[in-house]
């Protein structure tokens, strides 16, 4: 088994199953490259197991995911020239400069892999609990279920925290649906695990100490089924979005939150390219506390 520092790989029923868990708990499981290059290499070796039938994605501690880790020591020093440096930071555009390089970057470890995810040849189900934002949205849905602890929040909050047009996987619209989208992105509030059942995002809801034990109940009744059937059943479903304009649209959509990067990189003189305090963008450290969307306030 290989070495990982940020992913927890847990062989279940004999490897009819396996759980993935993001392990930065300390850090709400904030997404450091690192991490992310991690969970690709498990997720494809749960792709290429043959015994696998189901693939759990979870997290370890109270949340599932904070969204992408923005100034952690880890996130700094695997960033930063240097012998603790990681790899991906030196290909697929790494070694490129201004835009090109965020975008090829971008596209290689934020978009392009949670496209792959979702299509892996397994069916997948997210096991999410406490907070749900911005990038941990992304790991979530691409999916093929998600179920949600009854404590499960959701929330993309780069557009009032960030001054972003949402996060890099733009499948918003297709969850929340066009209007809530928009009013989600503009206020920053979230919602909460069951209005996402309400909304179809979610297909289950349990309490946060039953989580674990009722997702895996959930995942032995989908490993039942026959694995050629449950792979037309996915690529039935996702093909439909697909000529719908699913794919095509997150190609559109991250050519525009690339074009929001190269905006902040161009106003601000280089010198970030996310919104900053001077053009109205709160700090992020201080920003105020998420709040429901509520249809009464």
Same mark, same amino acid.
């Given at each position: 088994m290989p070495d990982r520092k940020y992913i927890k790989y847990e062989e279940l029923d004999n490897g009819l199953i396996v759980r993935i868990l993001l392990n930065r708990a300390e850090t709400r499981?904030?997404?450091t490259r690192g991490l992310l290059v991690e969970l690709n290499d498990a997720f494809l070796e749960a792709e290429a197991d043959e015994r696998v039938r189901v693939i759990i994605l979870g997290a370890a501690g109270t949340t599932f995911s904070s969204g992408h880790?923005?100034?952690?020591?880890?996130?700094?020093e695997e960033k930063a020239p240097g012998p603790g440096q990681h790899r991906s930071f030196t290909i697929h555009g790494g070694r490129r400069s201004g835009t090109e390089r965020r975008m090829l970057q971008e596209w290689h470890y934020y978009f392009e892999n949670t496209r792959r995810w979702r299509s892996l040849r397994k069916i997948t189900v997210a096991q999410v609990q406490g907070a749900?934002?911005?990038?941990?949205?992304?790991?979530?849905?691409?999916?093929?279920?998600?179920?949600?602890?009854?404590?499960?929040?959701?929330?993309?909050?780069v557009g009032t925290r960030l001054g972003m047009c949402g996060v890099e996987y733009f499948a918003h619209p297709w969850e929340f649906g066009p209007r809530?989208?928009?009013?989600?992105?503009?206020?920053?509030?979230? =919602?909460?695990?069951?209005?996402?059942?309400?909304?179809?995002?979610?297909?289950?809801?349990?309490?946060?100490?039953?989580?674990?034990?009722?997702?895996?109940?959930?995942?032995?009744? =989908?490993?039942?089924?026959?694995?050629?059937a449950a792979l037309l059943i996915k690529d039935s479903v996702n093909q439909t979005?697909? =000529?719908?304009?699913?794919?095509?649209?997150?190609?559109?959509?991250?050519?525009?939150?690339?074009?929001?990067?190269?905006?902040?990189?161009?106003?601000?003189?280089?010198?970030?390219?996310?919104?900053?305090?001077?053009?109205? =963008?709160?700090e992020r450290r201080e920003a105020p506390p998420i709040a429901p969307a509520r249809k009464d306030i």
């Open positions: 499981n904030a997404q880790d923005l100034g952690s020591a880890a996130a700094r749900v934002y911005a990038a941990g949205l992304m790991l979530a849905w691409c999916c093929d279920l998600i179920v949600a602890a009854d404590d499960a929040t959701f929330a993309d909050v809530k989208t928009k009013e989600l992105l503009l206020t920053g509030d979230s =919602i909460d695990s069951d209005e996402a059942y309400r909304l179809g995002m979610v297909s289950k809801v349990f309490p946060r100490s039953e989580l674990e034990e009722r997702t895996l109940q959930f995942a032995r009744r =989908i490993a039942k089924l026959p694995t050629m979005v697909d =000529i719908m304009g699913f794919s095509n649209a997150l190609n559109a959509c991250f050519s525009l939150h690339e074009l929001n990067h190269a905006h902040w990189a161009e106003v601000t003189g280089g010198e970030a390219a996310v919104g900053t305090p001077a053009f109205g =963008i709160p």
